[in-house]
């Protein structure tokens, strides 16, 4: 059994220089004149590779973090009257809903001159 290594239109001549030279189908061996350009994988160490995992791990963890529900609530006085403010980032309406029963719970205090004057 002959092994071939091209086409018969294929005229370059090959070499084979090994302990199973390859030969035509006539039995000629066959040498190569030419080397045809070969690819190769090279590895090489990238310095930048752990500041790229660092920055997606960051990503990933401020993505879990913006699931996570908050809210806010603040008051401010300003003379006699109390200003209630609030901010969440989930259900903002039921926050809402939430806050006027809260605010509702709250008995209001009458200040005595203001009373006096009404």
């Not at 092994?3 to 001549?13: G, I, V």
């Not at 190569?32 to 590779?49: H, M, Y």
């Amino acid at each position: 059994m002959s092994r071939t290594a091209r086409s018969e239109d294929n005229k370059l001549p090959i070499d084979s220089r090994n302990s199973n030279p390859i030969t035509s189908d006539a039995g000629t061996p066959l040498l190569i004149t030419v080397r045809p350009p070969s690819t190769s994988l090279e590895l090489k160490t990238d310095p930048g590779v752990p500041i790229v995992y660092a920055g997606f791990g960051a990503l990933m963890h401020t993505t879990c973090i913006s699931f996570l529900s908050h809210a806010q609530i603040w008051t401010v006085q300003d003379g006699a009257a109390v200003v209630v403010g609030e901010k969440t980032n989930r259900a903002k309406v039921e926050f809402l809903e939430e806050m006027n029963r809260l605010l509702d719970q709250v008995p209001e205090i009458v200040n005595s001159s203001s009373a006096r004057q009404s």
